[in-house]
């Protein structure tokens, strides 16, 4: 069984030093990810979240695989997936999914493998000429596609609800008030009211901005029964109006599977950093962290939503991965060579890793502007546990 070691960064690395990893661009195999809210237009702030949704980009470590429709209203409060269900299997969102994976044109029916190649790290021209020939390395080529790239496809479903804490803020701007008459009756002056008077008005301004974030996450079912249908029955070319109508008719042989859910109440957001002039701010804020704390969640609690991260250095050993996707002290990492197995690429572990305490890079939404520590760091640093030497772009994932 011949192995070839894939060196998918080994051009990318930098020359000289350390400090040359800014430029680097690391390659490697990610999972795909649709992000979809679940609006209520019912409750306050609802347009604002809305808004502030659809500015939050797709985590790094992900590529995006977004729909046109991102934003579904609802005016009811979801209290199991069961409404969710419903809406992905009558709109059709997995056979959506696997259209988008093949760019497939809905007026003419044709498809291509282009994105596939592209996110596979496939040498363009061999991958198409081991098709044309229908031979076995272009079917080993194709299946290892599927199973590594479209089965790794990922809807996750943000129940975002805000929290009214008005009542909250204002009670607590009046406490401060009273607390500052009454230290003024007891040393005769006023200097401590209009302190009370100053940060009451800042706690009236700043009422605090809370969401509850419940996120559902479901994956693509892509099995080997599921493709051969598809390219047989479905897959062209070529403009086929036959086989785009069975495509159009048989929608609902497409499906996606619950794998789990997360919630968040973003209770340890600081609003530290945030302009008061720019409200919107607040409300990304809190949306945003609450989002990444919840998949962060997943991803330690489902395997099949890991993440693999390249190491960008072995001296020190760096990767790209910090306090968003939920790394602490004492987390630990697998360090994976990619290789090539019957044409198909697989991950051999080679050892084991752990953050060094202090260095691990705080990598949340406006962690830089609120002091954090940590934030001023490019990577999170590592130290070895056990394995042999390692090089750059070695992929590291989290061992639950």
């Known amino acids: 069984m011949k192995k070839i070691i894939l060196f998918f960064v080994a051009a990318l690395y930098f020359i000289s030093s350390f400090a040359q990893k800014d430029s680097v661009t690391m390659d490697y195999r990610r999972s795909s990810l649709y992000s979809l809210l679940i609006n209520h237009d019912d409750q306050k702030f609802a347009k604002e979240i809305s808004d502030v949704f659809l500015q939050i980009p797709t985590p790094e470590k992900y590529n995006d695989h977004n729909l046109s429709v991102r934003v579904v209203s609802m005016d009811t409060k979801l209290k199991d997936t069961e409404v969710v269900q419903r809406f992905i299997e009558n709109n059709g969102i997995a056979s959506r999914l696997v259209a988008r994976w093949f760019e497939r044109d809905p007026f003419t029916g044709v498809c291509n493998v282009d994105l596939v190649k592209s996110r596979g790290l496939y040498d363009a021209n061999e991958f198409d000429k081991e098709l044309a020939s229908r031979s076995q390395r272009g079917i080993a080529m194709l299946e290892d596609a599927g199973e590594d790239l479209i089965n790794n496809t990922f809807l996750v479903v943000n129940d975002i609800r805000y929290v009214d804490r008005e009542k909250t803020g204002k009670a607590l701007g009046i406490g401060l008030r009273t607390l500052g008459m009454i230290a003024d009756i007891a040393t005769g002056g006023n200097t401590f009211s209009d302190l009370g008077d100053s940060m009451g008005s800042m706690m009236e301004t700043l009422k605090g901005f809370k969401v509850n974030v419940n996120t559902h996450l479901y994956q693509l079912v892509w099995d080997e029964e599921t493709a051969m249908t598809f390219y047989k029955d479905y897959y062209c070319s070529v403009p086929d109006e036959a086989k785009k109508n ?141 394995g042999r030497d390692f090089y750059p772009g070695m992929l590291i994932r989290e061992i639950k």
């Open 246 to 386: 069975a495509f159009e008719n048989n929608r609902g042989k497409f499906h996606l599977k619950y794998v789990g859910s997360q919630k968040s109440s973003g209770k340890n957001v600081s609003f530290i950093g945030v302009n008061l002039d720019e409200p919107e701010q607040m409300i990304r804020k809190a949306c945003q962290r609450a989002i990444d704390e919840n998949i962060a969640s997943l991803q330690k609690n489902f395997e099949a939503f890991k993440v693999k991260t390249p190491l960008v250095s072995t001296e020190p050993l760096c990767a790209d991965i910090g306090m968003k996707e939920g790394i602490t002290e004492d987390s630990r990492f697998e360090v994976l060579e990619t290789v090539i197995e019957d044409n198909k690429v697989k991950y051999k572990k080679v050892g084991e890793i752990k953050p060094v305490a202090g260095m691990i890079r705080d990598n949340r939404y406006m962690a830089l502007e609120e002091g954090a520590s940590g934030s001023d760091l490019k990577y999170t640093t590592f130290k070895k546990i056990s």
